[in-house]
C-alpha cells in the first residue's frame, strides 16, 4: 500500500486548507485512514481518523468544531478540511493506514502505513 498526500501550504491565521491522501494498492475490505501531524521539537500526534465503510470519525479535541475529515471510497481518497487555521497547527502532517478497521486508533503505532508528509505553515 502507498499513500500520497497533498494540499499543505503558507496560510494566514483564520483561513483554511484542504488536505487529501490517496490510497493505492491492496487494502482490507474494512480499514481507517487517519491524519497526524508533527511540530519541530514535538511528538507526532494524532489530529483526525474515519473509517472507510460507515465514515465513523474521531477527533483530536485540539482541532474538534475546525477541522472535518472525509472521504472518497471509490477512489480510495481521503481529505481533510481544515478552517480557522492557528499558528499552533503549523506541522507536518502524515496519513497513515490502519489495516485492523475498528476502533479509530489514536496511537501512531496501529497504523501500518504512512504517506510522506506535507508541510503546513499558519502565520499569525
Known amino acids: 500500500v502507498q499513500l500520497q498526500a497533498s494540499g499543505g501550504g503558507l496560510v494566514q491565521a483564520g483561513g483554511s486548507l484542504r488536505l487529501s491522501c490517496t490510497a493505492s494498492?491492496?487494502?482490507?475490505?474494512?480499514?481507517?485512514m487517519g491524519w497526524f501531524r508533527q511540530a519541530p521539537g514535538n511528538e507526532r500526534e494524532f489530529v483526525a481518523g474515519i473509517t472507510n465503510r460507515y465514515g465513523a470519525t474521531n477527533y483530536a479535541d485540539s482541532v474538534k468544531g475546525r477541522f472535518t475529515i472525509s472521504r472518497d471510497n471509490a477512489k480510495n481518497t481521503v481529505f481533510l478540511q481544515m478552517n480557522n487555521l492557528k499558528p499552533d497547527d503549523t506541522a507536518v502532517y502524515y496519513c497513515?493506514?490502519?489495516?485492523?478497521?475498528?476502533?479509530?486508533?489514536?496511537?501512531?503505532?496501529?497504523?501500518?502505513?504512512w504517506g510522506q508528509g506535507t508541510q503546513v505553515t499558519v502565520s499569525s
Open positions: 494498492g491492496r487494502t482490507t475490505s474494512a480499514y481507517i
Open positions: 497513515a493506514l490502519d489495516l485492523g478497521g475498528w476502533p479509530i486508533a489514536t496511537a501512531q503505532g496501529r497504523y501500518e502505513y
